[in-house]
Each structure stands twice: as C-alpha cells, then as structure tokens.
C-alpha cells in the first residue's frame, strides 16, 4: 500500500517573472488532506537538482511520485527552447534510483499527454486538475481498473472520461506557504499567486486552456479566496498577490462579486491582474479594481485590428479593444498589453493597426508585451490553419516547438515595420528581453529597494541596459 507520496514541481523557469507552484501545491494539499505521508521538492531554485533529488529519495523513500510539469517550451519563436530534456533526465534519475509509481501532470501534460509519456518513457499521465483524481490513483491497485477521472496511460488514449476533472474547486484550498518556500520567490517579485477560478469558456483559435482547465468557468466562493488571501499574508508576509485566473472579467459580475468581497473585509492588499479582456470593461469596473487595491493588469487584446482578431476566434472587436484603451488611459492602474504577431491572416495593414495602437493609444505609464508567432498546439483550430497553410505537417507531433507565423507576412518584414514603426519601442517588451541573466540581480535589487512593481514598467530603462541585444534589433 502506498503511502508517502513525493510531490516535485519541475519549474525551473524565472521568465517573465518567476511563478509559485501553487497548481503542485494544490496536489500536495488533496494528498496530504487524503491522509498519505507528503513531501514537496521544487527544484526552481536549486542549483544541482539531481543531487537534491538524490538526498530527498533517499532520506524520504517515496512509494508514489507525482511530478508537475508547468510548461513544454518557452514558447519564444525568436529564441526557441524545450524544457522537456531537463524534465527527461530527472524522470530518467528517478526511474533508475527508485521503484515508486509515477504520475506526472500538470499544463504541459494536459496539452499533449501521450507525447509527453512517450518522451519520457513513463506509463502514466494525469489531464486537467488533479485534486480528486491524483489521490485516487495512488490509493488504487490498479489505477487503469479504478477509472481515475483525468487518467491517460501509453496504452489508452483520452477520451470522454478521462478528460479535465470538474470537481469543485472549494473543497481544496493551495496552502501554498505550506508546501513552498515563497521567500525564494518574494525575493526576486514580491507578489505571490491566487486563483479564483478555473476553466475557459472562450474558444481562441490557439489557445489550450479548455484542455488544461475544463472549457467552463468554475468559480471558487468569493469568501474562501479572500480567507485563502488573509491566510498566506499571514504565513508569509506577502502584501501583494496576483490573480492568475484564466480572464479575471469573466464571466459576467465575477469580478465584481470577487473585488467587492475584499472591500467588505477590508483587507489591506496589493494586487495584480494576470489577464483582462477588451470585452466589454468599464469605467465602474476599472474603479472598483482601484478601490480594490489593483495596481496593474495584463490586458491580452493580442491584435488591434478586426481582421485578425476575427482570425484569432476573438469575441471582441478592434472598437473594444480602443475603449478599454481609452477606461485605462485615466485611471491610476498601469497596463501592460499583450500582442501576438504573425497569427493568421496577419499583413502589412494589420500589423499597421497594431503599431498605430501601441503608439497613440496606450498610455505612457504603459508597456506593450510582443510576442512574435504563435506555439502550434495538436487539438486547437490553429494546428488545422497550420497544416492547411503548410506551416507544419500533418504528422508532426508538436512536442518540440512549431510556431505559426502568417505566410502572408516575412518575419524579418514584420520586424522592420516594428522597429521602423514604433515611436517608443523601449517601452515595448519581447519574451527574448526577458531572458538575459543580469535581469535577476536587477530584480533582487528592485525588491530590496522596495520599489514599486510591477516590474515590467521598468522596461525602458532594463531595454536601455541590454542595448543591441534585445529582440527588436535582432535579425528574425
């Protein structure tokens, strides 16, 4: 019978910022509630993880093994990177130093389960949340008999039931400062990650969320996030979190129910805001967010122009996206926009209207956040465009990174629209720009200076800094 099961998030990613596993935690809270023996490893911050791992095997003697894997690449087309041959050899350590039973999960798992299986050489995967099915699995003695909801093996492929669990979400509560060291985190952005919700009811023509989280909204109680908040303030010290939530606007008075319960119990926070469609904000909504203690949003138009956007399976129109510009513009949250370039039906005069946006549209406390092509992932509409416009072959199984890039459009053309284009292009950020090592010591030092995040509205002086090798002086 098992019974001390190991937890390891896999994460070893800093950029844009680095994110607490708060999904492995949950994990590790549903087992530890289910009565098995846990122990959490996160290897972000190690600097030799195979020896930590070592240690931990060795010391703990795991009987089950359940290993997160946050994400496949880094989905920069400019600067392209797997992250799955690191995760290959601790999985391929464990298997040689140990007999546990292994599950993996996480989002980069449900995108793709059976490839990841296969390129680790492992027997079982777990798709979507894992907060039922996880503890079912190590409790069974023979998982593939026990129907586990979520559970792919090699030798079964998904289907109607094994995909994303929606059980409630209420019932298992992260404990995030239990299973993590946050202060390794805090240390570098002094923010730390809550979520509201789950799932995604909107059908972008790229994106994976409705297989990693469920394709409807699942909402946690307004009062059990606030008392989750309290709690890890408490624990931790944090004063600011970040709400990681699919789309924060959505659906229809969410945020409203959620921002008005942190004012009824008047906790002193900051927060942050991970995603916010054009779709249909407001002056009322934008200031309760004020009122609420928000301080910043990523706000994910991805395009300024119809074309695209209707492209992209957008709900909202070039006219919104200019509106929740305009809510922003005199209100005292700063924004960062998010643009995808090079996505179907992208040209000259598209990406033209983007351009025009970025420089008369947002306001100078904002920054713009471009990234330049799109991750191809196997089950969206965006695979069947790619195939249909020869971007990638039928039979290429997308675990290694593919982007889409629009036919009609040369990368190295888009780049000099860009850098012909934009007035002010310090303020604007690539996922490359990100990624240089100096910028960690640069945040240590924000933090310790307390200087007021977050920390992209430093981008002009971090682009200063890094001069001729940032991405918009790059040959694509």
């Known amino acids: 019978m098992i019974s001390r099961i190991l937890v390891i998030s896999t994460n070893r990613e800093i950029s844009p910022q680095p994110t607490a596993p708060i999904g492995a935690a949950w994990i590790a809270e549903a087992l530890h509630q289910a009565g098995f023996v846990v122990t959490f490893l996160d290897l972000c911050f190690e600097k030799r993880p195979l020896q930590r791992l070592d240690r931990i095997l060795k010391s703990f003697k795991p009987e089950g093994i359940a290993i997160s894997i ?29 007999t546990a039973r292994i599950l993996i999960g996480g989002p980069a798992v449900s995108v793709m389960p059976q490839q990841v299986l296969s390129y680790l050489n492992l027997e079982f995967a777990l798709v979507g949340a894992g907060e039922m099915g996880v503890p079912l699995f190590f409790s069974a003695t023979n998982p593939e008999e026990a129907r586990v909801p979520g559970l792919v093996s090699r030798s079964r492929a998904m289907g109607a039931d094994t995909g994303p669990t929606r059980q409630p979400d209420g019932e298992v509560v992260p404990q995030l400062q239990r299973w993590v060291d946050t202060r390794n985190y805090l240390r570098l952005e002094p923010v730390l990650p809550v979520q509201g919700k789950r799932g995604c009811a ?29 709690r890890t303030m408490a624990a931790t010290g944090a004063r600011e979190f970040e709400f990681v939530d699919s789309v924060f606007n959505e659906p229809q008075g969410y945020l409203e129910a959620l921002l008005e319960e942190i004012l009824r119990q008047r906790l002193r926070a900051r927060f942050r805001i991970s995603s916010l469609s054009p779709k249909g904000l407001t002056m009322d909504q ?58 179907p039906d992208e040209d000259r005069g598209t990406l033209a209207k983007t351009v025009h946006f970025i420089n008369n549209r947002i306001a100078g406390k904002d920054g713009a956040f471009i990234t330049t092509g799109i991750r191809v992932y ?32 040369a990368p190295q053309m888009a780049r000099d629209i860009l850098q012909q284009g934009l007035v002010n292009g310090g303020r604007c950020i690539f996922p490359s720009d990100t990624r240089f090592s100096s910028l960690a010591t640069l945040r240590c030092m924000g933090t310790l200076l307390r200087l007021p995040g977050p920390f992209w509205r430093y981008a002009g002086f971090l682009n200063r800094f890094t001069g001729g090798r940032r991405a918009l002086n790059r040959t694509w």
């Open 286 to 343: 934008v200031r309760l967010m004020e009122k609420a203690g928000v301080n910043s949003a990523v706000i994910t138009p991805e395009a300024a122009s119809d074309v695209t956007l209707a492209a992209l399976g957008k709900d909202f129109t070039e006219q919104e996206v200019h509106h929740a510009a305009e809510v922003f513009s005199g209100s005292g949250i700063r924004a960062l926009w998010c643009f995808l370039l090079g996505g």
């Open 70 to 98: 946050r994400n496949l690449d880094n989905c920069d087309f400019l600067s392209p990177k797997s992250f799955l041959p690191e995760v290959k050899n601790i999985t391929d350590f464990i298997q040689q130093s140990s």
């Open 378 to 409: 196997p089950g969206t509409g965006l695979h069947e465009r790619a195939i249909r416009d020869g971007v990638v072959e039928a039979d290429d199984t997308l675990l290694m990174p593919s982007f889409y890039f629009t036919p009609k459009l």
């Open 202 to 230: 909107n059908r972008c023509l790229y994106c994976t969320y409705a297989r990693i989280e469920g394709g409807t909204w699942r909402l946690r109680e307004p009062g059990a996030v606030v008392e989750e908040i309290f």
